[in-house]
């Protein structure tokens, strides 16, 4: 069975998570980031990552999707909660930009932008990961990433430009790779042109996916992940969840998984 880590899942949006996460030991799940989105996300992480230690890393963030109808002092509590609660994270996420028309309606690019950079400082200031959303932003993504001078960072389920994934990959930044590899065709060739070495598996869950028959994943679909990479870089799946979840481990500083 192999060993997997999903590196992107939103575990306080999880009902029963008790059986989600016996279902993800028994699939080969060794560990999970659990992302948050918000001041109440990320207490809750660092909730469930204190009942689940060593089984679920925390990642504390503020997503551009929850910037909508904050005001200036509540996106400095935000912030200051993050920093406040930095040592116990192994990454800074869920991060980053997103251009969709409906959301800069509510959140503009520019206040997206400025709190992105905030982040970013803080990723920098205590060696932190960062985990970027950058939907229909991907080169403001990268630009604002490598600028701020961050070390680390993965543009997690990325479906964008390959002149900048091409840029993600020569500054050392990951990608990774959801269950959308099945069958959406960007996120596919995104997948195809990653070396592996560069390459994370992740779920997003509680997303739902599929085209036809669809479904609402959990961290056990990771192995799902792991599948439709090795179908499109044909690779065996054990290489490639051997590689991905040494990447996860030393990029996260999760050393008991290697």
């Known amino acids: ?16 998570l008790d059986s989600v996460l016996e279902v993800a030991r028994g699939a080969g799940v060794i560990g999970v980031v659990a992302v948050g989105s918000d001041w109440q996300s990320n207490a809750r992480i660092l909730e469930i990552s204190r009942r689940y230690s060593s089984f679920v890393h925390p990642a504390l963030g503020l997503h551009p999707w929850r910037l909508a109808g904050l005001e200036p002092s509540e996106i400095n509590e935000n912030l200051r909660f ?13 991060i980053g930009l997103d251009y969709d028309k409906r959301l800069l309606k509510v959140a ?18 205590y060696d932190r990961p960062a985990i970027v959303h950058s939907r ?3 080169k403001d993504s990268f630009d604002l990433v490598a600028s701020a001078g961050t070390g680390k960072a993965v ?24 269950p959308a590899a099945e069958y959406h065709e ?32 959990e961290p056990a679909d990771v192995v799902r992940s792991l599948k439709a990479t090795a179908r499109l870089k044909e690779v065996d ?8 979840t040494r990447n996860a481990a030393i990029l996260f500083s999760l050393d008991q998984t290697l």
């Open 82 to 94: 993050i920093e406040q609660n930095i040592v116990s994270a192994v990454a800074v996420g869920e």
């Open 108 to 125: 503009s690019k520019e206040l997206q932008r400025e709190v992105l950079g905030r982040l970013l400082d803080v990723a920098r200031e």
């Open 1 to 16: 069975m192999p060993r997997l880590i999903d590196t992107h899942a939103h575990l306080d949006e999880l009902d029963d």
């Open 186 to 217: 960007e996120h596919r060739r995104a997948v195809r042109e990653t070396p592996l070495g560069r390459l994370l598996l992740e779920t997003d869950s509680p997303v739902t996916y599929g085209r036809g028959t669809r479904y609402q994943a």
């Open 155 to 178: 543009f997690h389920w990325f479906t964008g430009l390959s002149s900048v994934l091409r840029d993600i990959i020569g500054s050392g930044y990951f990608i990774s790779a959801t």
């Open 136 to 138: 229909y932003a991907w």
């Open 237 to 244: 799946e054990a290489a490639v969840a051997e590689q991905t």
